[in-house]
Nanobody, 122 residues
Framework: QVQLVESGGGLVQAGGSLRLPCAASGRTISSYAMGWFRQAPGKERELVAAISWSGKTTYYADSVKGRFTISRDNAKNTVYLQLNSLKPEDTAVYYC???????????????WGQGTQVTVSS
């Protein structure tokens, strides 16, 4: 089992930045691909960024390309999401998740954190 705990969310003005760490425990995540999802009220959960187990391959949703950066530190068992140039439409609960394959579908992810709220004011 892998336990994931997100942190770093909060209230920020448009144009601001946040860094979201996702700390894993119970098992090393070095063999897992990791993803960051978000879910806004009334909307489906969507994948915003993913990173392969080695860190050599990344994926970004078009809506966040050039603004968000996903990274990982396997020695610290932690994955990060850097959010820059934030917009009000980025407001959502952000979740990190782990999977043993490389698939952008929500159902492909095996382990989930509890989420952290990001609110961007205009």
């Amino acid at each position: 089992q892998v336990q994931l705990v997100e942190s770093g969310g909060g209230l920020v003005q448009a144009g601001g930045s946040l860094r979201l760490p996702c700390a894993a425990s119970g098992r090393t995540i070095s063999s897992y691909a990791m993803g960051w999802f978000r879910q806004a009220p009334g909307k489906e959960r969507e994948l915003v960024a993913a990173i392969s187990w080695s860190g050599k391959t990344t994926y970004y949703a078009d809506s966040v390309k050039g603004r968000f950066t996903i990274s990982r530190d396997n020695a610290k068992n932690t994955v990060y999401l850097q959010l820059n140039s934030l917009k009000p439409e980025d407001t959502a609960v952000y979740y990190c998740a782990a999977q043993r394959t490389w698939n952008t579908q929500v159902a492909a992810y095996d382990y989930w954190g509890q989420g952290t709220q990001v609110t961007v004011s205009s």
